[in-house]
């Protein structure tokens, strides 16, 4: 059973650093590899197997997705097992869960449309305000016949093949409308086209991610990097070869853990942090210095220690907007003003995170404006209070991290962190 977190549940204490905190942490896979992985095995040409995938609220959604359209997947150890059930196979069942997965949602339905049936969308009553029009506008332009939308509820009517084709679309608000189109591409008839027209497509890493993981099963595809074309991506038609593949740690799970080290002056080292990847999380490694802490990735890991004065910055999060809480975190905790620009998508997130750090970070004296892309921070003295979190992992993670420094802090509902990494609270207050 996937559960959504409890609301429920009693407010959480966040556990305060008497002083600098010194610790090591190993972190659960990476929600964007797994999910990723898991969908490509369920259109490749034979059983994959995905090792050390992330087992949190998102990954076991997007399995029961691919059990829903047929797939098996075998879960029940560290190393996943999928067995694809062959293009135009009867989905088992009708209904597709998003919970709050936005891989999920975006993910799921252009696959969806390759089985012979149909198979329903929904989710949690925040996922139906997040956005997905554009997408399904992108697959009725390449023939996929689908009923419902702007929003959730919507129902993909399979027709066992999609034509396929050109498609111009505006992906300003999610960098998944793309990635949705490339993971499904190969197995539609012409292949994908995709154009991007209108303001930068956020989240950059997570496209080149896509257009590496494809490459890895065998698929040509072609990005801004290798024709030179700037928001432009064409998968060839083809086979997607079945792959025996590991997972990296969750990178952006690493954020709240690096920035306990740069937060209370300590040093925190995350272990096994991959040499070249393509998580946007490997930008902490740029982030970090700028306000001042330490980062040295060793043969360990990466060890971040925390400045003596944690200093503000000026960064356009653009690239790595689910980065954003926790950075938010740091400036409202730093010496010197801040502003947060480039960000204006993640109004789309699992919150609106613009309003809701505003918001919350405002409640624990923070002196804190929004913009319309971001935020600005100026120095203020904090005081405890209750953090509302609104579901969304990330407000989980930046809540601890003003909580490890401000006695008092109340985290609404932490179990939320659930959706990418379950047991979060408790290896957060194994650390010291
Ligand atoms: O493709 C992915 O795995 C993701 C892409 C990004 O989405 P947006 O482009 O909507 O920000 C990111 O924020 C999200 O957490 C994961
Ligand atoms: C935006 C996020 O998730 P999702 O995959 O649901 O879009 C996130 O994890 O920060």
Not at 44 to 58: K, N, T, Y
Not at 321 to 346: D, F, K
């Amino acid at each position: 059973m996937v559960h959504a977190a409890d609301p429920s549940a009693a407010d959480w204490p966040a556990p305060v650093a008497e002083g600098p905190v010194d610790a090591a942490v190993r972190l659960p896979g990476s929600k964007s590899l797994t999910n990723r992985a898991l969908l490509l095995a369920g259109v490749a040409d034979g059983p994959s197997v995905v090792r050390r995938a992330l087992r949190s609220r998102d990954t076991e959604l997007m399995a029961a997705a691919l059990r829903a359209l047929g797939h098996d997947v075998d879960s029940a150890g560290d190393d996943w097992v999928v067995r694809p059930a062959g293009a135009g196979a009867a989905p088992a069942r009708d209904a597709v869960d998003c919970g709050l997965a936005g891989t999920v949602m975006r993910f799921v339905p252009p696959v969806a449309a390759l089985a012979s049936g149909r198979v329903g969308f929904d989710g949690d009553p925040h996922m139906r305000t997040r956005p997905i029009g554009t997408l399904l506008d992108a697959l009725r332009d390449l023939g996929v016949a689908l009923e419902g939308g702007p929003t959730l509820p919507f129902v993909v009517a399979g027709r066992g093949s999609v034509p396929g084709g050109r498609v111009v679309l505006d992906a300003s608000a999610s960098s998944q409308f793309v990635s949705a189109l490339l993971l499904a591409g190969a197995t539609y008839d012409a292949g994908v086209d995709v154009v991007h027209e209108g303001p930068p497509v956020p989240s950059l890493p997570h496209l080149e991610m896509t257009v590496a993981m494809l490459r890895e099963h065998g698929v040509d595809v072609a990005d801004p990097a290798t024709s030179g074309e700037p928001d432009r991506w064409r998968v060839a038609p083809g086979p997607v070869r079945a792959l025996d593949r590991a997972i990296e740690p969750d990178l952006s799970n690493a954020a709240p853990f690096l920035a306990l080290a740069a937060a209370t002056g300590g040093r925190v080292l995350v272990r096994d942090w991959p040499r070249t990847t393509t998580q946007p999380g490997d930008r902490l490694r740029e982030i970090l210095p700028l306000m001042g802490a330490g980062c040295e990735l060793t043969d360990e890991g990466l060890v971040v220690t925390g400045p003596d004065e944690l200093v503000g910055l000026d960064v356009d999060l653009r690239d790595v907007g689910e980065l954003t809480p926790v950075v938010a975190a740091l400036c409202a905790l730093a010496s010197s003003p801040s502003v947060l620009r480039g960000v204006a998508h993640i109004r789309g997130h699992e919150t609106d995170r613009i309003t809701a750090l505003a918001t919350e970070l405002g409640g624990l004296g923070a002196d804190v404006t929004e913009r319309e892309d971001g935020l600005e921070l100026r120095p203020a003295p904090l005081h405890g209070g209750r953090f509302r979190t609104y579901a969304d992992h990330r407000m989980a993670h930046a809540a601890v991290v003003v909580g490890a420094v401000v006695p008092g802090v109340e985290v609404e509902d932490v179990a939320t962190t659930a959706k990418t990494f379950p047991g979060f609270a408790d290896v957060w207050s194994g650390l010291w």
